[in-house]
T-cell receptor
Framework: DTGVSQDPRHKITKRGQNVTFRCDPISEHNRLYWYRQTLGQGPEFLTY????????KSRLLSDRFSAERPKGSFSTLEIQRTEQGDSAMYLC??????????????FGEGSRLTVL | QKEVEQNSGPLSVPEGAIASLNCTYSDRGSQSFFWYRQYSGKSPELIMSIYSNGDKEDGRFTAQLNKASQYVSLLIRDSQPSDSATYLC???????????FGKGNQVVVIP
């Protein structure tokens, strides 16, 4: 069990550029979540996958954000035309199905985005 | 109205004392409640879960749930400097798979 892995850990980009983050969940976990966290705030839900199906997406999520989990394993989160307000820590978490409703999310170390 | 509210400012407690954290939630149908700990620059880790009214103890941590008042609390007994962190309250709203998090409460344990 190597834990949830996220890449890159840090990304600095200029406003208007596209960025993509990757998340590799714990291998036997079928549920995968993306959250965003800014300084002094708790994690904010972005989207949720069960296997390859994207089952839930935040209403606050801009159309510039898209996430995929093509084979039910790793996931990518892409932000198009980045804005300074997108600067945040992007957290990925996974959960096994048998404990999915217990709430035990295993978080990765996050990908920190800075938009200049 | 926020789904999960943690309104207390930073909490400073002397080593060995009890730290008390509170959280309220808006969805009366919520069934699952959690406390996560987040060290500075690190990701959240689960420390307590509670599903029914009353107290649940795990080591130096006690979670308390009152569904009628829509209130969750966390007590940390015999606080240690290693407990210095931000504590996040999280709730699973009814019918959802996601967790809604509060903004967190920072705890500083003074040696």
């Amino acid at each position: 069990d190597t834990g949830v892995s996220q890449d890159p850990r840090h990304k600095i980009t200029k406003r208007g550029q596209n960025v993509t983050f990757r998340c590799d969940p714990i291998s036997e976990h079928n549920r995968l979540y993306w959250y965003r966290q800014t300084l002094g705030q708790g994690p904010e839900f972005l989207t949720y996958f069960q296997n390859e199906a994207q089952l839930e997406k935040s209403r606050l999520l801009s159309d510039r954000f898209s996430a995929e989990r093509p084979k039910g394993s790793f996931s990518t989160l892409e932000i198009q035309r980045t804005e300074q307000g997108d600067s945040a820590m992007y957290l990925c978490a996974s959960s096994p199905r048998d404990r999915g409703l217990s709430g035990e999310l295993f978080f990765g170390e996050g990908s920190r985005l800075t938009v200049l | 109205q926020k789904e999960v509210e943690q309104n207390s400012g930073p909490l400073s407690v002397p080593e060995g004392a009890i730290a008390s954290l509170n959280c309220t939630y808006s969805d009366r149908g919520s069934q699952s409640f959690f406390w996560y700990r987040q060290y500075s620059g690190k990701s959240p880790e689960l420390i307590m879960s509670i599903y029914s009214n009353g107290d649940k103890e795990d080591g130096r941590f006690t979670a308390q749930l009152n569904k009628a008042s829509q209130y969750v609390s966390l007590l940390i007994r015999d606080s240690q400097p290693s407990d210095s962190a931000t504590y996040l309250c999280a709730v699973r709203p009814y019918g959802n798979n996601r967790l809604a998090f509060g903004k967190g409460n920072q705890v500083v344990v003074i040696p």
